[in-house]
C-alpha cells in the first residue's frame, strides 16, 4: 500500500489538491483527504506515466553506450513507465531467435515497461523483410530506425504484412544519397507516404523536422490517410544556432529557426500528435571526438518532461491537458495501450513533477549510461520526483 499525500492533479487544466492511495498495482482512492501516513508529495504534480514511444537502449550488442537497466532507469527518473526501445541493435531483432535475447534482457533488467521494436527489414539492411510472420506474435512494433528504407519495393512487401497483421510501423525517413539535407527528410516522407496510400496502412514518422514533411503529412491527414507523426524536445527547443559541441549533433540535425517553428506549430496544431525524444545514447570517448566523426545522437528521457513543461507549460503556449496528451496519452492511443488517467481503478503508473522549484540539470545527475545532453547546465521547472510504476517506487529523488 502506497499512501502520496499532497499532490496535485489535473482537472479540466486546473490542478487540484488529492491524496492518492495505491493498492497492489492499482489506483484505488483519490480524495481531498485520505488519513494515514504516506509519502509527502508536496504540492507536486500527479501526472500519468510517460510513454516514449522513441528510444535506444543499446542492448544487445552496444552495452557500452546504455543497457537495459541503466536505460529504464534514466527513463523512471525522467518520469516514462513505458518506453518502447528501437532495434539498431546487434544482433538486430530481425527473427525471433534474435529478438528473443533482448526480450530476455528485458524480462531480467527493465525497471519500467519496456517494449521492443523489431526490424522491419533483415539487419536493417533494406534487402528482405524480417520474418514478420512469426515475430507478430511477439511485437506489435517494427522499424528500421537510424537507417531507414531504401528499396521500396521490399518496404510495400513489409507494408502488406504489417497491414494484414494490424501491426504498428514508425519509419525514418531518409533519403539515401540527400541525406540530412532538409531534402532528406522531406523527399523520403513524400515517396512513404504514396507507398502507405497505396497499401492503405497506418504509417507512422519519426523525428519529423521541415516544415515540407509536415506540410505532406498535413495534406495527407486532410486526405484522411491514417499517416501520424512524433517530434522530438530537441527539434522543438534548439536549432542549429544552439549547436556548441558533439552533444548538439543528431540525426535529424537541428535546423533552421523557421523549422525549429514549424515543428512547434505541427505540434500545436495536432499535425504531431506525440513527443518521443529519440533517446541515443553514446560513449564520452565517441562524443569526444571532433564534431564532424562523431556519432550522432544525443539523450534526452530525463529531461523531457521538465523542457515541455517549462517551455510550453509555464509560458502558456500549452495547457496541461496538451502536455498530459503529448508526453502520455496521445502515444498510448497510438500503440493501443490502456491511459494512465490518474483515476480509481486504474493502474497505477504515474510521475510525480516538482513544478514549483527551478533545478539545474547536472552531468552527475544522469543515470543514463550516455552523458550526451545538450541541456546540461540549463535551469527547468518540473523534474520528476517520484515514478510508480504497476504500484511499486520505481524512482524516487
Ligand atoms: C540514432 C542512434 O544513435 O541510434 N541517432 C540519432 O541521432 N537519432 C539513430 C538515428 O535514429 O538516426
Ligand atoms: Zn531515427
Redesign the pocket.
Known amino acids: 500500500m502506497i499512501l502520496l499525500k499532497n499532490g496535485r492533479i489535473n482537472l479540466n487544466n486546473k490542478l487540484v489538491k488529492k491524496d492518492i492511495l495505491i493498492e497492489g498495482d492499482t489506483i484505488v482512492k483519490i480524495a481531498d483527504e485520505i488519513k494515514g501516513d504516506g509519502i509527502d508529495v508536496k504540492g507536486g504534480y500527479i501526472c500519468p506515466g510517460l510513454t516514449d514511444i522513441h528510444v ?1 537502449f543499446r542492448a544487445p550488442g552496444f552495452e557500452k553506450k546504455e543497457t537495459i537497466k541503466t536505460g529504464s532507469m534514466a527513463s523512471a527518473k525522467g518520469g516514462f513507465t513505458t518506453v518502447l526501445a ?1 532495434p ?1 541493435l546487434n544482433p538486430v531483432p530481425d527473427c525471433l531467435e534474435n529478438l528473443a535475447i533482448e526480450e530476455e534482457l528485458i524480462k531480467k533488467e527493465a525497471v519500467i515497461e519496456v517494449l521492443p521494436y523489431a526490424s522491419v527489414t533483415v539487419g536493417e539492411k533494406s534487402t528482405k523483410v524480417s520474418d514478420i510472420d512469426n515475430l507478430k506474435d511477439h511485437t506489435r512494433f517494427y522499424s528500421d ?2 537507417v531507414g528504407f531504401s528499396d521500396y519495393e521490399v518496404l510495400d512487401e513489409a507494408l502488406e504484412k504489417i497491414k494484414k497483421y494490424d501491426l504498428f510501423v514508425a519509419s ?1 525517413a531518409e533519403d539515401k544519397i540527400l541525406r540530412y539535407a532538409p531534402a532528406g527528410e522531406y523527399e523520403a516522407v513524400r515517396r512513404e507516404i504514396a507507398h502507405a496510400k497505396k497499401i492503405g496502412v497506418h504509417y507512422h514518422l ?2 519529423m523536422s521541415t516544415k515540407e514533411s509536415f506540410d505532406a503529412i498535413r495534406e495527407a491527414q486532410k486526405e484522411g490517410l491514417d499517416i501520424t507523426c512524433e517530434v522530438t524536445p530537441h527539434h522543438l527547443f534548439l536549432n542549429e544556432n544552439d549547436i556548441k559541441n558533439p552533444n548538439f549533433k ?2 535529424p540535425p537541428l535546423r533552421s529557426k523557421e523549422y525549429q517553428q514549424e515543428t512547434l506549430k505541427a505540434l500545436l496544431d495536432g499535425t504531431a500528435c506525440c513527443i518521443a525524444t ?1 533517446h ?1 545514447p ?1 560513449t564520452e570517448e565517441e562524443k569526444s571526438q571532433a564534431y564532424d566523426k562523431c ?4 539523450i534526452g528521457i530525463e529531461t523531457s518532461a521538465p523542457l515541455v513543461y517549462t517551455k510550453l507549460v509555464k509560458t502558456g503556449i500549452a495547457t496541461l491537458d496538451q502536455f498530459e496528451d503529448w508526453m502520455s496519452n496521445n502515444p498510448r492511443r497510438l500503440i493501443r495501450l490502456p491511459l494512465n488517467s490518474i483515476k480509481e481503478g486504474n493502474k497505477a503508473n504515474l510521475c510525480v513533477l516538482d513544478i514549483d522549484h527551478e533545478h539545474i540539470y547536472s552531468k552527475e545527475e544522469i543515470l543514463s549510461k550516455g552523458k550526451n545532453s545538450p541541456f546540461i547546465g540549463e535551469s527547468l521547472y518540473g523534474f520528476n520526483m517520484l515514478t510508480i510504476y504497476l504500484g511499486n517506487i520505481v524512482y524516487q529523488k
Open positions: 535506444h528501437m539498431n530506425d537510424g525514418h519519426c523525428h543528431m540525426n529519440d541515443a553514446h556519432p550522432n545522437g544525443i
